[in-house]
């Protein structure tokens, strides 16, 4: 009895350890592309013939220019849910890694960046105590 409860609780961990596993989608297969959430059958299967037809995906916004049905919403979810293309996760995506702390990988930095909410005063006025 003992020795199935270990079973059961090594293969647990084990099956944890590939829900969090990074899919390439310029390697993966369709079973490979299943397996990450937000890609099914179909859109997986599109994937690849995408791939098949024009090459590699060069970066994220080549993959979603190119396979009909993936946004800018859509991308960061499937790479948050695993996905990266060459290896790279989608920017503004939260990538969760096991073991480690939760990350969000950063924006580009050609992009300026608002004034800072600094700039305005942060103290609120004291009502007047002259009479």
């Given at each position: 009895?003992?020795?199935?409860?270990?079973?059961?609780?090594?293969?647990?961990?084990?099956?944890?350890?590939?829900?969090?596993?990074?899919?390439?989608?310029?390697?993966?297969?369709?079973?490979?592309?299943?397996?990450?959430?937000?890609?099914?059958?179909?859109?997986?299967?599109?994937?690849?013939?995408?791939?098949?037809?024009?090459?590699?995906?060069?970066?994220?916004?080549?993959?979603?220019?190119?396979?009909?049905?993936?946004?800018?919403?859509?991308?960061?979810?499937?790479?948050?849910?695993?996905?990266?293309?060459?290896?790279?996760?989608?920017?503004?995506?939260?990538?969760?890694?096991?073991?480690?702390?939760?990350?969000?990988?950063?924006?580009?930095?050609?992009?300026?960046s608002a004034p800072a909410a600094a700039t305005k005063a942060t103290t609120a006025s004291k009502p007047s105590t002259t009479k």
């Amino acid at each position: 009895m003992f020795k199935k409860l270990l079973l059961l609780i090594v293969t647990f961990a084990a099956s944890m350890g590939f829900a969090f596993a990074e899919v390439d989608v310029n390697k993966a297969d369709q079973a490979a592309l299943d397996g990450i959430k937000g890609i099914g059958p179909a859109k997986s299967k599109m994937i690849i013939e995408e791939r098949s037809k024009g090459g590699n995906f060069k970066d994220w916004t080549d993959f979603a220019t190119r396979v009909k049905g993936i946004g800018e919403k859509s991308a960061v979810k499937l790479s948050e849910a695993g996905l990266t293309v060459n290896g790279q996760a989608k920017s503004g995506a939260v990538v969760k890694t096991p073991g480690a702390a939760v990350k969000k990988v950063a924006e580009p930095a050609s992009a300026p960046s608002a004034p800072a909410a600094a700039t305005k005063a942060t103290t609120a006025s004291k009502p007047s105590t002259t009479k």
